[in-house]
Structures are given as structure tokens and as C-alpha cells.
């Protein structure tokens, strides 16, 4: 245990003193509302799940033990797979994207000229317009027949998708609806960006670098820790998307009885879990949905964590 | 000559993404304020021939947007009141208080942070389910008073960079941990607590799953459910759709404007994510 290690290191084996005792108590005391909320609404539940994956359950009569069947039926269920297969496009697709448009946003927003302040603000708005009300806009914006985007497409005589409506395109055009709230990561990235000492950029001005150079070799390598952070909550972001796609749907369900707009293109994982759960009352089977997108989640961040020693440079000399 | 254009050039590229950015927006409300007939015009004009504001008053008769509003603040004013009792007691403990395990507590705290909610969500459920909190705001607020792992980590990370010293004076003068952190602490947290108030206030606004599946009873409903059945059953109408919707972000574009310096504030804070 680490408190005998510790222990060990301190004045005294036998025990604790009184005084780090004291200490203790109060510490737990003023941590006790968090210790209390995770108990009972983080490890009781996640070992619950964990139970009631094994059981089939429809919240009226109790929990049958049926084993490993649910995994079983997940392994061959068509809407699992394609659940999986559009939650991956847009975590390795999509999130790349975005933080890729936010990190250059923050580099612009960085620019050292008069009235910065209120680029900022424009850009960082659409991050506080509420999913239901911004999705239901761009549901407005690339209506196929009367959408500004294919107004605009239509006036330059470009083709014009149907988005929303064309299994191809309804992804594509939630990567565009994640673009215009990128202003959210952008933002942490300024904030990192400003803490980049100036005298590498001015040394590295002196040697005549250009700019593509500074950035890659000054801007991005300081900026690693908070690349692989917003990495990690994008991905886990990722396989949560519900509200963009309930309403880019329109929360209906298509010829097969399932959420996820045509041809279940926006059949997300964490969509296919709501509607096992609390559509359909599968409790147990989404349960091992749940367990499954855990231990997905957890692989992720792990080989992320993993190889990240590789391009990630933590701050010093 | 290539001076006044490295002068020029970050202006000329900002200001064309700023009108990207800002264009949606003024789509939307120009949208909300024209005749049906003229939303399907082609080629489209911005501004509206004459401003259909009995848009607004139709949208607010169609559906019960007060009560949803009033619903979704009490949801929204529970959760700040939880967070802002909670969040700094626990990041005090694990920042202030020289205690063994306040690591370990800080640790589990971060991990939290990527365990997907949907692991927790259906024995949840079952919980408040059999608590008989179903169509209650208790599932939505309940949370709330034990404190936000994002909540902790930002105040924590804020206390961090209060000297120890204030506190020292005041425990060699005989002051309990409490009092410290009554009359000290809290006091010095006033903008992080800001921000804490804030991001509580904005997460239950915004929040759409929770009042989902908790709020079946539509006269308990948040605006969030209000307004998505208001899609499904007005689906045609954008005008109106478009007026609700302009109505939903007020709140938010306003608290943005106030409290503008606060959400800054949490973006410098994650950048000490190291």
C-alpha cells in the first residue's frame, strides 16, 4: 500500500502521528461529498452494469442470469457493427479534422493586431449555442432544396448533396457542424499557445525560419501535451455523440425501426445503446454495450498514452 | 511594400473566417424573421421584406416555452448551488490539506474524467428508477452536490497557485481548517467559483440526454426536449423553428458576453493538463 511506503520514508515505521492523523480525518472530511457521489454514483453502477451485462433485464421483472449471451448477440448484430463502424469514422476521422482547424484557429487568433479581442469572441460564439439549437440550424443550412450551403454550391455551379438526406453525406455534414463549434478547443489551444516562450520564435527568426518551419518545429512540439489531452477527450467525445445526430435525424426512426437518419448513417454507439436501453428496454444488452464501449474507450487512451512519449514534449529546458 | 502586407494579410484572413463563423448566425435570425413563401425563394435575399415578428409570438404559442424556460433555469439554478458547495471543499482537501491518499484522490478524480457516462447511465437509471425520482429534476441535480470532476481539477488547480502563507498566519492565530477555508479560501476563489457557476449553468442548459430520458411528463420538460418535439411535430415550419431556436440561444449568447473573462479563464486553466 502507499501509505506504508511512505510511511517508511517519514521519521516513524510504527505509525501515524497524531498530527497526520488530524490531517487525515480532515482531508477525508472536506473530500467526503465526492467520495460519497462516487461511490454510490460511479463504482456501485459501473459494477452493476458490469452485472446486469449478464442478465437480461427489462426493468419490470428481475434480472435473469443468462451469462455471456448478450455479448454473444452484440457479436452478431448487424447495428453493432454499423454503430461501430460510423462511431470510428468520426473519432479518427472527424476529430483530426477539428482539432486540426481549431489548432490553426488559435494560431490566427494568436496574430498580434489591433482588435484580437473581438476575433475571439466571434470565433468562440458558436461553441456556446446549445447542440439542440445549432443542430437543428444546419439541419436549416443544408436543407438540400432551400439550404444556404446549396444556394451557395448552386450560384457557383458546383453539385449540390442532399446531406442530411444522402447516407454519404449526413457524416460530412456533422464534421461541418463540429467545424463551426471548433472555437471551443481553439481556445485552449490559444491559451497554451500564449505560454510558448517568445525567444524560440525570435532565435529561430534570426536562423531564417520561415514560418512553416517555426511552426512545426517550435509551435506543434510545445504544444504536444495539449494536442494529446484534447486528443483523448475528442475520442472519448467521440463515442458519446447523441444529441448532434437524435435531432440532425430528426429523432424518428427510418423503415427499420431504428434511430440514425437514412440507411442508419448516424447510428452512433452511444445512439445504439440509448435506443437498446430505453427504447427498446434491453437493459442487459446495453449494458454490454456499455461494457464494451468501455473497455474501447480505455484500449484507446492506453496505446494513445502509450505512444505518445514519442511526439508528446513536456515543458523544462 | 511587403510590410504593409504582413500588416494586412492576418487582418484580410481573420476577417474572412470571422464572417464564416458569424454568417450561420445571421442566417439564423433573418431566417426567423421572413414569410414562409420567402424562405423557399430562390435566389435568396438576407434581409426579410418586412420583419415577420409574429414569428416569434407563434413559436412562443405553439409550444410551452415559458414553462419549459422556467423548468430548465430551476434544473440549471439547483446545479450551481450543488457545485458551488461541493467542488471547493473537495479540491481543498486535495490541494490544502497535507494529507496521505489525497493523491490516490486526485488521481481517481482525473480518471473519472474519461470514463464514457454511458457505463454508469443504465444502473442509474435503475437507481432513480426505483427511488421512484423518474420525472423529477433529482436525477438531473442530484449529481451536482458531489461535485463535478472538472470542477475539482480547475479549483485545484487554482488553489495551487494561492500561497500557503495566508493560511499559516491564520492557523498559527488559532483558526480551525474551516474557518480557514470559510473566511480565507473562499473568498480568493470568487472568479474560479465564477467560472465553476458558469460551465454548472451552461452543462444543465444545454443538456439534452438527461431531461430525455428522465422527463417524460412534458409539462416537466427542458427547453432542449421542448423544442426537439417542437421539430418533430412542426418539422416544415423553419421559420418557426428557426424563432424557437434564436429564443433557446439567447440566454447562452448573453451569459457569453457577461462572463466572456471566465470562460478564458477555464481554457488556460486545462492547459496546466501536463
Known amino acids: ?317 | 511594400m511587403a510590410v504593409k502586407l504582413r500588416v494586412i494579410l492576418p487582418h484580410v484572413v481573420l476577417l474572412l473566417f470571422a464572417v464564416i463563423f458569424l454568417f450561420p448566425f445571421v442566417w439564423l435570425v433573418m431566417t426567423s424573421l421572413k414569410t414562409p413563401e420567402e424562405i423557399l425563394k430562390f435566389p435568396p435575399s438576407i434581409l426579410p421584406e418586412t420583419f415577420q415578428w409574429s414569428n416569434y409570438k407563434e413559436a412562443l404559442q405553439a409550444i410551452p416555452f415559458t414553462r419549459y424556460m422556467m423548468n430548465t433555469f430551476l434544473i440549471c439554478m439547483v446545479n450551481i448551488i450543488g457545485q458551488l458547495f461541493s467542488a471547493p471543499l473537495v479540491a481543498y482537501s486535495i490541494s490544502r490539506i497535507p494529507w496521505r491518499g489525497r493523491n490516490i484522490i486526485f488521481t481517481i478524480v482525473v480518471a473519472t474524467m474519461i470514463l464514457p457516462a454511458q457505463v454508469q447511465m443504465i444502473p442509474q437509471y435503475i437507481i432513480f428508477t426505483k427511488l421512484g425520482w423518474v420525472n423529477t429534476i433529482m436525477p438531473l441535480t442530484i449529481g451536482a452536490f458531489f461535485g463535478a470532476p472538472f470542477f475539482i481539477f480547475l479549483l485545484r488547480q487554482f488553489l495551487l497557485g494561492v500561497p500557503t502563507e495566508l493560511s499559516e498566519a491564520a492557523k498559527i492565530d488559532g483558526a480551525s481548517e474551516l474557518r480557514i477555508y470559510v473566511q480565507i479560501i473562499m473568498p480568493i476563489l470568487k472568479p474560479a467559483l465564477a467560472t465553476v457557476a458558469l460551465f454548472s449553468f451552461v452543462w444543465s442548459y444545454v443538456d439534452f440526454m438527461g431531461p430525455l430520458i428522465y422527463l417524460n411528463d412534458s409539462a416537466k420538460w427542458t427547453i432542449t426536449v421542448g423544442l426537439q418535439s417542437f421539430q418533430q411535430d412542426h418539422g416544415a415550419q423553419w421559420e418557426k423553428l428557426m424563432a424557437a431556436s434564436t429564443i433557446m440561444a439567447i440566454p447562452m449568447i448573453l451569459i457569453y458576453f457577461f462572463g466572456q473573462k471566465y470562460f478564458m479563464k477555464s481554457g488556460s486553466a486545462l492547459t496546466g493538463f501536463k
Not at chain 1, 1 to 21: C, L, P
Not at chain 1, 147 to 164: I, Y
Not at chain 1, 237 to 261: C, H, M, N, P, R
Open chain 1, 1 to 317: 500500500m502507499r501509505v506504508s511506503t511512505a510511511a517508511n520514508q517519514r521519521k516513524h515505521v510504527s505509525g501515524w502521528s497524531r498530527k497526520e492523523r488530524h490531517y487525515v480525518y480532515l482531508g477525508l472530511a472536506f473530500a467526503s461529498p465526492w467520495i460519497i457521489g462516487f461511490l454510490a454514483f460511479t463504482v456501485y453502477p459501473f459494477f452493476g452494469s458490469l452485472y446486469l451485462s449478464l442478465t437480461e433485464y427489462d426493468l419490470f421483472s428481475p434480472p435473469k442470469w443468462v451469462g455471456l449471451q448478450n455479448y454473444e448477440q452484440i457479436f452478431a448484430d448487424d447495428r453493432f457493427y454499423k454503430s461501430l463502424g460510423n462511431t470510428f469514422f468520426m473519432a479518427f476521422i472527424s476529430v483530426p479534422i477539428t482539432l486540426t482547424v481549431s489548432l490553426l484557429i488559435a494560431v490566427m487568433l494568436n496574430f498580434k493586431v489591433k482588435g484580437i479581442n473581438y476575433y475571439r469572441t466571434i470565433f468562440y460564439l458558436p461553441s456556446v449555442i446549445p447542440i439542440v439549437a445549432s443542430a437543428l440550424l444546419w439541419t436549416w443550412m443544408l436543407n438540400p432544396d432551400f439550404g444556404l450551403v446549396n444556394m451557395a454550391l448552386r450560384t457557383l455551379g458546383l453539385t449540390d448533396p442532399a446531406w442530411l438526406l444522402d447516407p454519404r453525406y449526413t457524416k460530412p455534414s456533422l464534421i461541418l457542424m463540429s467545424l463551426w463549434g471548433s472555437g471551443s478547443g481553439a481556445l485552449i489551444f490559444l491559451a497554451a499557445l500564449q505560454g510558448v516562450p517568445r525567444q524560440y520564435y525570435e532565435a529561430a527568426q534570426v536562423d531564417g525560419a520561415n514560418w512553416w518551419y517555426r511552426f512545426w518545429k517550435i509551435t506543434v512540439p510545445a504544444l504536444s501535451p495539449i494536442i494529446l489531452f484534447q486528443l483523448i477527450m475528442g475520442l472519448i467525445g467521440a463515442f458519446q455523440i447523441f444529441t448532434e445526430s437524435y435531432i440532425l435525424a430528426g429523432g424518428k426512426v427510418d423503415g427499420s425501426g431504428s434511430l440514425g437518419g437514412p440507411e442508419q448513417s448516424l447510428l452512433f454507439y452511444a445512439v445504439n445503446l440509448y435506443q437498446e436501453a430505453f427504447v427498446f428496454l434491453k437493459m442487459g444488452y446495453a449494458s454490454a454495450l456499455a461494457w464494451i464501449l468501455f473497455i474501447i474507450v480505455l484500449l484507446i487512451t492506453f496505446i494513445l498514452l502509450k505512444t505518445s512519449g514519442r511526439w508528446v514534449y513536456y515543458g523544462g529546458e
